[in-house]
Nanobody, 129 residues
């Protein structure tokens, strides 16, 4: 089992920045992928950014490329999401997730929530115009 706790959400104006953190505990060594997903009211949950923990490969949704950066601190068992140049469309509940099963052969699969089995409770990000 892997437990995930997010923090760092809040309210900012467009153009601002936030850094989300996800503290992992439990069998963290089993997590092959970790990532950030988001869900806005009335919309499906979508992948934002994920990382292959073994090699550090990162994957981003087109909508956040160049603005968001995912990173991990293995010593602290913590995942981060640095979000810059925030837009009102980024407003959503942001979730940290982990995958403990096999390697995903296609990049598109790394951003699909269905492939992740462990989830945090989420942290709200609100961007005002």
């Amino acid at each position: 089992q892997v437990q995930l706790v997010e923090s760092g959400g809040g309210s900012v104006q467009a153009g601002g920045s936030l850094r989300l953190s996800c503290a992992a505990s439990g069998y963290t060594y089993s997590s092959i992928y970790m990532g950030w997903f988001r869900q806005a009211p009335g919309k499906e949950r979508e992948g934002v950014a994920t990382i292959y923990t073994r090699g550090g490969n990162t994957y981003y949704a087109d909508s956040v490329k160049g603005r968001f950066t995912i990173s991990q601190d293995n010593a602290k068992n913590t995942l981060y999401l640095q979000m810059n140049s925030l837009k009102p469309d980024d407003t959503a509940m942001y979730y940290c997730a982990a995958r403990a099963l096999g390697v995903l052969p296609r990049v598109i699969q790394t951003l699909d929530p269905v492939n992740f089995g462990y989830w945090g409770q989420g942290t709200q990000v609100t961007v005002s115009s």
